[in-house]
């Protein structure tokens, strides 16, 4: 018998490539049947393109394309469309807009409170059609109907940047989705629905003072600040204007961002970075050019290609 592309990968180190009808693996050993394939004489074959994944005696397909499907604990970047009956209608990239209930908010000053009709009403104060906001995945219906919730104190509303979008297969987890780029003053907000958030960095002494403020000390901010607290932060962040370097530094790595989506590549702070110190030769408005973009994505992978194992895998599909 034909040896089966799960098998051929596991002697070339590395995720393979499938397209409808291959055969994955054979149906032996306890084998169970995953997400993109089905059962065919004995044998589990895709029905999709997309990388073969295999978790234990699960075999399945991942889509290299696709709308947003969602997992309960993903981080997600959104845009607010619609301010519905005590709920948001969130924009995910999903086959169905999210949703967002005034239940699963924190209120301003950090009340702890039922809400009320009068909340209901003032529900545009706190988010209106427009504003782009980082969440998380609370529960998915049976239907794809994804619901968030803002629960952490670090999400919220997000100003004074803009947003890229990659392919999601392009993102996975990370240890942390709120990514610092080291010594450029860069910060961004990698959703696992491929919408990557892109600002100037919050300043530190920013987020230690409202800190002491509220009793805590240098260092303990993240876990301290209060939600209300992370909204004057947020309010004083999107009110400070754009230096040129500054602005320079954001465009570059939105720029960064979009090389690597257009490639094919992981998007992760490791990878994103060096992308931008590559790029610091030209101008940020000519990263994207086809010539310089295929020249910062081969150098990259290039450097890449020793260290690739399974799980950091950068391929460029074309």
Not at 53 to 64: D, G, H, M, Y
Request: proline fraction near 3%; include cysteine.
């Amino acid at each position: 018998a034909a040896r089966s592309l799960f098998e051929t990968q596991k002697h070339q180190k590395r995720k393979m490539i499938c397209v409808p009808g291959d055969d994955v693996a054979p149906l032996q050993d306890g084998l169970m049947r995953g997400h993109g394939t089905y059962a065919h004489s004995n044998q589990l074959v895709s029905c999709g393109s997309g990388r073969i994944e295999r978790v234990n005696q699960l075999a399945s397909v991942r889509p290299v394309s696709g709308r947003y499907t969602g997992s309960v604990g993903d981080l997600v970047v959104g845009e607010i469309v619609e301010v519905a009956h005590r709920s948001w209608k969130v924009d995910v990239g999903s086959t169905r807009k999210a949703t967002l209930a005034i239940t699963s908010v924190t209120l301003p000053d950090d009340a702890q409170r039922v809400r009320t009709h009068e909340d209901t009403l003032a529900m545009r104060e706190l988010f209106k059609e427009g504003d782009v906001v980082v969440c998380e995945v609370q529960a998915v219906n049976a239907d794809g109907q994804l619901h968030l919730h803002m629960k952490s104190n670090r999400y919220g509303v997000l100003e004074n940047g803009c947003v890229v979008r990659v392919n999601q297969h392009l993102v996975r987890r990370l240890k942390h989705h709120f990514v610092e780029l080291p010594d450029i003053n860069v910060e961004l907000c990698v959703g696992h629905n491929g919408r990557v958030w892109v600002q100037r960095a919050i300043p530190s002494r920013w987020i230690d003072d409202e800190a002491q403020d509220g009793g805590g000390g240098a260092g303990e901010a993240d876990a301290l600040l209060s939600a209300e607290a992370w909204r004057r932060v947020r309010k004083r962040h999107s009110a400070l204007p754009l230096d040129d370097s500054s602005r320079e530094a954001c465009c570059r790595a939105r720029n960064a961002v979009a090389v690597l989506g257009s490639g094919g590549c992981v998007v992760d702070g490791d990878s994103i970075i060096k992308i931008y110190r590559a790029s610091l030769g030209d101008a940020p408005s000519k990263m994207l050019t086809r010539a310089v973009s295929q020249k910062l994505v081969g150098d990259f992978l290039g450097e890449r290609a020793p260290d690739m194992d399974d799980e950091g895998d950068a391929m460029q599909l074309n």
